[in-house]
Nanobody
Framework: QVQLVESGGGSVQAGGSLRLSCAAF????????MGWFRQAPGKEREGVAA????????YYADSVKGRFTISQDYAKNTLYLHMNSLKPEDTAMYYC?????????????????WGQGTQVTVSS
């Protein structure tokens, strides 16, 4: 079993920055996808950014490219999402996820462990 614990959400004005953290506890695969997804009210959950630890490849949604950066501290089993130039449309509940992957690490079907989520609110 794997437990994921997110932190770092909050409220910020447009143009501001936040850093989300996700600590993973328990058995971790030798090669896996670990990523961030978000869900805004009334919308479907979407992939934001992810890492494939097998080859180190990173994935970003077009809407966050150039503004968000995903990184991982393997020693601490912690995933980060550095969010800059935040926009009101980035407002959502952000979820950390981990799984064996399969194809793009932005595909939700590749994940079987999910955190409880952390709220990000960006005001204009």
């Amino acid at each position: 079993q794997v437990q994921l614990v997110e932190s770092g959400g909050g409220s910020v004005q447009a143009g501001g920055s936040l850093r989300l953290s996700c600590a993973a506890f328990g058995y971790i695969y030798s090669s896996y996808c670990m990523g961030w997804f978000r869900q805004a009210p009334g919308k479907e959950r979407e992939g934001v950014a992810a890492i494939d630890t097998g080859d180190g490849r990173t994935y970003y949604a077009d809407s966050v490219k150039g503004r968000f950066t995903i990184s991982q501290d393997y020693a601490k089993n912690t995933l980060y999402l550095h969010m800059n130039s935040l926009k009101p449309e980035d407002t959502a509940m952000y979820y950390c996820a981990l799984g064996p992957g399969g194809g793009s690490c932005l595909m939700q079907e590749g994940y079987n462990y999910w955190g409880q989520g952390t709220q990000v609110t960006v005001s204009s």
